[in-house]
């Protein structure tokens, strides 16, 4: 079964930046869409970015567009999210998924990585 791991949150002032990265094994990494996703507390799970099985492709939610870029290595089996110009309302949990084409989530959540902007 795959599992899929995330790491790189952390504690940050409004206005910095962080790198995610999310790891998933054991699989051939580079035939799968994938996806980041964020809960913050008390709402849903939202979609963040979007990268193709090749990296040539990627989508952003608008709240995002401009700030943070998605990433993958395939070789490394790795996707990441760089974080730059980070809000307070970025604080959530983290996560990363296989993805479909309409964005929706295709396999079990892994435990995610807790971000948390201070204003």
């Known amino acids: 079964q795959v599992q899929l791991v995330e790491s790189g949150g952390g504690l940050v002032q409004a206005g910095g930046s962080l790198r995610l990265t999310c790891a998933a094994s054991?699989?051939?990494?580079?035939?799968?869409?994938m996806a980041w996703f964020r809960q913050a507390p008390g709402k849903e799970r939202d979609f963040v970015a979007a990268?193709?099985?090749?990296?040539?492709?990627?989508d952003y939610a608008d709240s995002v567009k401009g700030r943070f870029t998605i990433s993958r290595d395939n070789a490394k089996g790795t996707m990441y999210l760089q974080m730059n110009s980070l809000k307070p309302e970025d604080t959530a949990v983290y996560y990363c998924?296989?993805?479909?084409?309409?964005?929706?989530?295709?396999?079990?959540w892994g435990q995610g990585t807790q971000v948390t902007v201070s204003s």
């Open positions: 998924n296989d993805a479909d084409s309409n964005y929706r989530p295709l396999i079990d």
């Open positions: 990268i193709n099985w090749s990296g040539s492709v990627t």
């Open positions: 054991p699989r051939t990494f580079s035939s799968y869409a």
